[in-house]
């Protein structure tokens, strides 16, 4: 395996001793008055190209310290690999791409720890900041609150397809790629930007079960419009196809009795609002005031920004969502 560039810009002063010297652990500085974000993900590969799923699982990992306010600024790589049976390229690739996608994001590795096991798996632990008195929560839902999404669903339905070698799989995993490597710190940087109080990223649970998280938290009712939500290419027809992951399905049925489906809304838009996501958007709550102000901030900057719901009211009474 070739040893990974130093990125020594984004080192200096903040790693004071890490894997250079095979150290039992790292030592790094840490922004004076702030307040640690942590966050662990990893998983198994959902394209075929090492490199991009390094990326992809890096991005995944990363995108729990934005959707809090946070700013990224350590990281530590988590590996299972089957070193006997596959070629250690692969696994060097794999983590090139997490290195370039810690790079991108500002913050810096400190090392991390590999195990041999039959099934590839890749993911960070990582480590950001926020002001102890100001960041995002699933409870920080008001009355009146507009959601904003950063980024299409439809990633868990693709990539079975990808999986399945379907029709088009080559352009699956080109669109795979395009959003679910894509960093989701523009987003963060409009959380801290406008003080906003509530927002998630949409992963394994989907965007409805994510939702429903907020809502539950905040003990408030949530609507989301389901013709607003955006879709990747060819996720629609994938779906009416039965190539729906069976989390997606799990999504569905853990969430049913908090979730009220109005008469008339598509069946596969359902499907598609609870299909498990992998590096999905960020869903911001934005006072209604602020959404013009939010939207053109976001889209100033290359991101997506879809007003796909509103918070109708909060009380004890609420937890739920609606989706019409």
Same mark, same amino acid.
């Given at each position: ?13 903040? &790693?004071?001793? @890490? ?7 790292? $030592? ?11 966050? %662990?993900?990893?998983? *198994? ?14 991005? +995944? ?9 946070? *700013? ?19 696994? #060097? ?8 996608? $810690? ?15 039959? /099934?590839?798996?890749?993911? !960070? ?11 995002? #929560? +699933?409870?920080?839902?008001?009355? @009146?609150?507009?959601?904003? !999404?950063? =980024?299409? &669903?439809?990633?868990?339905? !693709?990539?079975?397809?990808? =999986? ?11 669109? !795979? ?10 987003? @963060?940087?409009? $959380? ?7 927002? *998630?990223?949409? *992963? ?8 429903? /998280? ?9 609507? $989301? ?6 879709? %990747? ?17 799990? +999504? ?7 979730? /009220? &489906? ?40 290359? /991101? ?9 009211? #909060?009380? #004890? ?8």
């Amino acid at each position: 395996m070739q040893s990974l560039p130093r990125n020594a810009e984004s080192e200096q002063g903040r &790693v004071l001793t @890490g894997t250079t010297n095979n150290e039992d652990a790292a $030592i790094l500085s840490f922004p004076a008055g702030k307040a640690i974000v942590q966050t %662990l993900d990893f998983f *198994t590969p959902i394209v075929n190209d090492p490199y991009r799923f390094g990326q992809i699982a890096a991005a +995944n990992s990363l995108s729990d310290v934005y959707a809090m306010g946070g *700013t990224p600024w350590c990281a530590m790589n988590i590996v299972c690999f089957p070193v006997k049976s596959m070629s250690k390229d692969m696994l #060097s690739e794999i983590i090139r791409g997490g290195y370039d996608k $810690i790079v991108e994001s500002g913050a810096v590795l400190a090392g991390g720890h590999s195990v041999e096991d039959a /099934e590839i798996k890749y993911g !960070l632990s990582v480590t950001g900041y926020v002001e102890p008195d100001a960041y995002t #929560s +699933n409870a920080g839902l008001a009355a @009146g609150d507009v959601l904003i !999404l950063t =980024k299409p &669903v439809g990633t868990g339905v !693709l990539a079975t397809g990808v =999986k399945a070698s379907w029709d088009g799989c080559d352009e699956m995993e080109e669109q !795979l790629y395009q959003w679910a490597a894509k960093l989701n710190n523009i987003g @963060g940087e409009l $959380i801290r930007e406008m003080g906003l109080k509530a927002a *998630t990223d949409v *992963t394994g649970f989907g965007l409805g079960g994510h939702v429903l /998280e907020m809502a539950q938290a905040s003990k408030a009712l949530v609507a $989301i419009d389901s013709k607003a939500v955006p879709v %990747l290419d060819k996720a629609l027809e994938l779906a009416s196809m039965g190539l729906v992951p069976e989390g997606s399905h799990a +999504n569905k049925h853990h969430c049913k009795n908090a979730t /009220e &489906v109005a008469e008339g809304v598509d069946s596969l838009l359902v499907d598609l609002i609870f299909d498990a996501q992998t590096s999905g958007g960020l869903v911001l709550a934005v006072p209604e005031a602020r959404v013009d102000e939010a939207v053109t901030y976001l889209s100033e900057r290359g /991101e997506m920004a879809s007003v796909i719901g509103s918070v109708l009211k #909060s009380g #004890s009474d609420c937890g739920t969502l609606l989706i019409r």
